[in-house]
């Protein structure tokens, strides 16, 4: 008798679970869920975009509203949470009482959209809002891209030229991305594709201060980096890495194991982003075969790189005696040849390196070598144990001038250090610069890295943790 | 007087194959003493074991009635000494500096030979008739010329005691005379001298006293005309020996006897 | 070069005796060191006069220096910089050099030299070692002195395992540790970080002075010179050493304590030497031979020969280390270049006269 009560009653509970997800969409389809104002243009991908977010976990059904123009979107943004349009570039004018407008989304090549946050305060991300959020991501992943391509309006297949000069054909979408070139990694989360990666060497994140930085930026970042037990330019772990099934790898021109990932039919794009021009081909490379919103993400990095070069050049040109720099690594007497990327940034700030006559990666030089060169500065990188008390507690150093003068300084970091190849490193030039021409640089390095953060990595930083990064 | 002696000494360098079982040998003071033996009759190792380089594994060898092997070796060198078979050194040491090697025994702890030592070794030089080469490298001197040095060598040591290893055997008949008339001459002043060699008429010659080994084992042991005689060295060379008496001057010769042809 | 000094000084030639020709070459070797350190402490890329060095020098030895008057380039220059590196070049040179001679000696074999042991191997492991988990330098450099020693006590033992041959197995004992410790070594770089830590064990490995201070010296000197001294105390015993245990011993001398001894002596002042400097190789093989042919075999002459010129040797090549380019060439690089070069001169030259 009870056993037959039992039974009953987890039938009914089975019925009811079955019936009720049929149950939720008509009531969600009660003009609860957001509204997305996109151009009428636009129909055919919104409504499939749509249609498979409502059916996603996770998801919901929106209230799609469709205009012929991008003025009108303008003028009813105020009753969207999501907007699409091909005027991306301005913001709809809607005051919050707290809320925000987001960063664009670029859904396809042209056709940008915002979510509107109107319900969202003091940070915390209202559910509502989140959903909006969370649509967009959806369009911009390899999932919204697959139905883009299903439709005919992105391509199937990406044919480029990567850095190695060879060519590279990478199907589309990319879903899972593994990164042996630990530079590269940082590529891929300045063009906001860090979900997609399933394996990847971090560079500068092994040691504490990295990690912590790196933890911030993502938190999920060391199961990542753990993915695959060997995975660097050297040597991988061929058959772990194949057990995760990456769809492209990242490697450097440098990659010594690539013949045998060949054999895996994954896609390999070869990077040798070393120059400030190398690295803005390299983000416009990556971003080519990522999808319209990474392409965007690399060309805004592109025009922000651009734009602070220009400046600090405009700024620094006018100087009369420009500040000559030693840069020095892991020892104080080893030094950023010509060739390196250091060199370039010290250059870019508006400084002459007084090593740029060496070639050759590190060199080292000898304490009379620096006396001749008697430099203004003293910049040094942020790892490999380099630390101020080298020069300011080491008798040798005390007579050069740069030490008594107390201007010796390190280089910041977050995860991967200013002073590499990575996206963050114009914030490094931008540092150098305000640190050498404090007068003259309107750029304020702790807005700047603020800015950065948030619009290629989506980390929203305090202004006292930016200050306290730049220092 | 007993300077050196071996009381049943035996020595094998590889388990139950004895190289020397059971020899005992007396050496007194200014005398002679010729080792003969066929090759691999273990003189060698004898040799070795009476100057105090290779202990023994049964019985024991006695320096003036003490254990040889209890004293120290600067001390044990400097009353026994080894001339080995020759040898050819890394180095182009000239033939000065080898013969000044036998004055080792006789320095201090961080010592460098003197003036004194200078003045022996060049009599000693001088005593085989090398003076003409002391400044050349031993290295490039002929067997014989090398024989003489180590003779040199030795005689530099200044020992009661000196135990030659075939001293002989690359010296031509001019040179050998000369280094057993010095032998004979220093035998007469307090040194003695166990000589082994392959040849027995200088045995005959200059020896006080003969030693016959055969297998490791001494068979016969006595003065000269006792023991170099037909029967005994027959059996020891395992070959038909002849001796030749000149009746004349009552020296001998002893020859191999042919055993093909005339 | 020979045949002009004949032309000139034929009358000189003919009663300057051999003899006489050599002492003075010895004594010539002898009394070169100090020369040497003496013009090569003004030479550098920093221009100094002549005056402003020797006065640097004097307020250092006599302590006169005024540190509160503000810092003083020249006299940071020439006391922090060029004095350590010329002192740890000299003391360094002699160190490998001498232990070089003496290894040839006992292991009658002209081409070892002092690692044959093990030693440098060991001493780079421990540095490479110590950069991959601590990088702090002083560290560095004890972990190299007592990997070194480890090295050669680990080659000493296991030879006396085998009781043939002794001379043989420890010689092939020794090389097989060497290696052993060198492949280790390779495992370090492989397992290295190639942005910091890997360039940091090469740099390490391919020996030089940049970062030798004032504090480095006093350590170093001590036991140079009390390897030194022992060395040339034994310098008679060498010689009838090298020409085999068994006579050796029939000579009164204890061939295995001797050997002990100066397999001690040698390897302490090769870590010591390597601790400091890095792997610098030839110097311990070169310089020996170049003794030999200029001042003979006779370890009397030849310990006290290669001591001087092993430390002029190591003090020119480290000079023009630092003074020829901008940047620091690796000692290893230019001991090779240099060292086979004048050794094929010394050859020839010695061939064609003296004797």
């Given amino acids: 008798m009870v056993k037959r009560t039992w039974f009953y009653g987890l039938l009914v509970v089975l019925l009811v679970g079955a019936a009720a997800p049929g149950v939720v969409p008509a009531q969600a389809q009660a003009a609860d869920g957001p509204v997305v104002l996109a151009l009428e243009s636009a129909r055919e991908p919104v409504e499939a975009w749509a249609a498979a977010f409502a059916s996603m976990e996770g998801g919901a059904a929106l209230d799609l509203r469709f205009v012929a123009t991008a003025s009108e979107i303008m003028a009813r943004a105020g009753e969207a949470a999501v907007i699409i349009s091909d005027t991306y570039e301005e913001t709809p004018p809607i005051a919050f009482e707290c809320g925000y407008i987001s960063d664009v989304f670029m859904l396809l090549p042209g056709l940008g959209a915002r979510y509107l946050a109107s319900n969202s305060c003091s940070g915390v991300l209202d559910p509502r809002d989140a959903l909006a959020r969370d649509f967009l991501r959806f369009a911009i992943s390899p999932a919204g891209q697959q139905l883009a391509i299903d439709l005919g309006l992105l391509p199937a297949v990406v044919e480029i030229v990567d850095q190695s000069g060879a060519t590279v054909r990478v199907p589309q979408p990319v879903w899972r991305i593994a990164s042996p070139y630990s530079i590269a990694t940082y590529y891929v989360y300045g063009v906001g594709a860090a979900d997609r990666l399933v394996a990847a060497g971090y560079l500068g994140a092994r040691d504490p201060e990295g990690k912590a930085g790196m933890l911030k930026l993502d938190p999920n970042f060391e199961t990542i980096a753990n993915a695959v037990s060997t995975l660097n330019q050297q040597e991988a772990n061929i058959e772990e890495l194949a057990a995760l099934h990456p769809d492209l790898i990242l490697a450097s021109a440098r990659t010594s194991w690539l013949d045998a990932a060949a054999a895996l039919g994954v896609s390999i794009l070869r990077f040798e982003g070393e120059s400030p021009e190398a690295l803005q081909d390299a983000m416009t490379l990556l971003g080519a075969v990522l999808g319209p919103h990474a392409a965007y993400q690399a060309e805004q990095f592109n025009a922000y790189y651009s734009r602070t070069l220009d400046a600090i050049l405009a700024q620094t040109q006018t100087i009369a005696e420009p500040v000559r720099v030693y840069f020095s690594g892991t020892n104080p007497l080893r030094v950023a040849s010509g060739d390196m990327y250091q060199t370039a940034m010290v250059e870019a700030a508006g400084a002459i390196s007084v090593t740029a006559d060496l070639t050759g990666y590190w060199n080292d030089v000898n304490l009379e070598q620096v006396a001749v060169w008697d430099p203004d500065v003293i910049l040094f990188v942020p790892y490999g144990g380099a630390n101020v008390e080298a020069f300011t507690g080491a008798a040798e150093w005390s007579a050069i001038r740069a030490v008594y003068e107390g201007r010796v300084y390190r280089l910041p970091k977050l995860s991967a250090p200013w002073d590499t190849p990575v996206p963050d490193s114009i914030l490094g030039i931008i540092w150098i610069a305000q640190t050498l021409y404090p007068d003259q640089m309107s750029l304020d390095c702790a807005a700047e890295t603020m800015t950065f953060y948030r619009l290629f990595y989506g980390y929203v930083m305090s202004e006292g943790e930016a200050q306290s990064i730049c220092k | ?262 | 070069m020979t045949p002009i000094l004949s032309r000139w000084l034929p009358g000189a030639c003919v009663w300057l005796h051999a003899e006489h020709r050599q002492k003075a070459l010895y004594l010539l070797i002898l009394l070169l060191p100090l020369p040497a350190a003496i013009y090569c402490i003004g030479l550098g890329r920093y221009a100094i006069p002549t005056e402003d060095v020797v006065r640097a020098l004097l307020d250092f030895a006599l302590g006169r220096h005024d540190a509160s008057a503000g810092p003083d380039i020249v006299y940071n220059l020439v006391t922090r910089v060029r004095l350590p590196r010329i002192a740890a070049a000299m003391f360094i040179g002699a160190n490998l050099a001498v232990t070089g001679a003496t290894f040839q000696g006992i292991f009658r074999n002209p081409l070892v030299d002092s690692n044959i042991l093990g030693v440098t191997s060991g001493a780079g492991f421990g540095a490479a070692l110590m950069l991959l988990l601590v990088g702090d330098p002083l560290e560095v450099q004890l972990a190299a002195f007592f990997v070194g020693l480890v090295a050669v006590l680990l080659a000493y033992s296991v030879s006396r395992l085998y009781h043939s041959a002794p001379l043989l197995v420890l010689t092939l004992v020794g090389i097989l540790v060497g290696s052993f410790f060198s492949s280790l070594t390779s495992l370090l770089k492989y397992v290295a970080d190639p942005l910091d830590t890997l360039p940091a064990i090469t740099y390490w490995l391919m020996g030089g002075l940049t970062d030798v201070t004032l504090g480095d010296i006093p350590a170093l000197a001590a036991i140079s010179l009390l390897g030194m001294v022992v060395l040339w105390g034994v310098r008679w015993r060498l010689n009838v050493l090298s020409m085999g245990d068994n006579e050796a011993l029939a000579l009164g001398l204890n061939p295995t304590r001797l050997k002990l001894l100066i397999i001690v002596c040698s390897t302490l002042m090769t870590a010591m030497a390597v601790s400091v400097g890095g792997v610098i190789g030839w110097v311990g093989l070169v310089i020996p031979h170049a003794a030999r042919t200029l001042v003979g075999p006779d370890h009397q002459r030849l310990i006290p020969a290669t001591m001087a010129l092993g430390a002029v040797f190591l003090l020119l090549i480290d000079t023009m280390s630092r003074t020829l380019l901008p940047a620091e060439v690796p000692l290893g690089v230019f001991t090779g270049v240099v060292g086979v070069p004048l050794l094929l001169v010394i050859l020839r030259v010695n061939r064609t006269g003296w004797r």
Wanted: hydrophobic content about 40%.
């Fill in chain 2, 1 to 262: 007087m007993t300077l050196l002696e071996a009381r049943s000494v035996s020595y094998s360098y590889i388990a139950q194959q004895a190289v020397l079982s059971d020899v005992s040998l007396a050496v007194p003071d200014q005398s002679v003493i010729y080792l003969l033996g066929h090759n691999g009759c273990g003189k060698t190792t004898l040799l070795e074991i009476l100057s105090g380089i290779r202990p023994p594994q049964a019985g024991s060898v006695r320096l003036n009635g003490h254990d040889l092997y209890h004293i120290s070796s600067a001390r044990r060198a400097q009353r026994v000494g080894l001339v080995p078979q020759m040898h050819l050194p890394v180095f182009a040491y000239t033939v000065r500096d080898v013969v000044m090697m036998g004055r080792t025994p006789h320095l201090r702890l961080f010592g460098t030979p003197g003036a004194r030592d200078r003045a022996i070794v060049d009599a000693a030089i001088e005593q085989v008739g090398l003076a003409a080469l002391r400044d050349r490298p031993y290295t490039g001197l002929s067997g014989g010329e090398r024989q003489l040095t180590l003779i040199a060598r030795g005689l530099a040591q200044q020992t009661e005691v000196l135990l030659l290893d075939e001293p002989t055997a690359h010296l031509d008949p001019r040179n050998q005379h000369r280094v057993l008339e010095t032998v004979s001459q220093l035998a007469g002043q307090n040194v003695s001298f166990v000589i082994s060699s392959h040849n027995p008429n200088s045995a005959l010659l200059y020896a006080h006293h003969v030693v016959v080994m055969k297998a490791g084992r001494i068979v016969a042991d006595g003065r000269p005309a006792e023991v170099l005689t037909e029967p005994v060295l027959s059996t020891a060379y395992e070959m038909p020996v002849e001796v030749i008496y000149n009746e004349k001057n009552a020296a001998r010769a002893i020859m191999p006897r042919r055993t093909n042809g005339a």
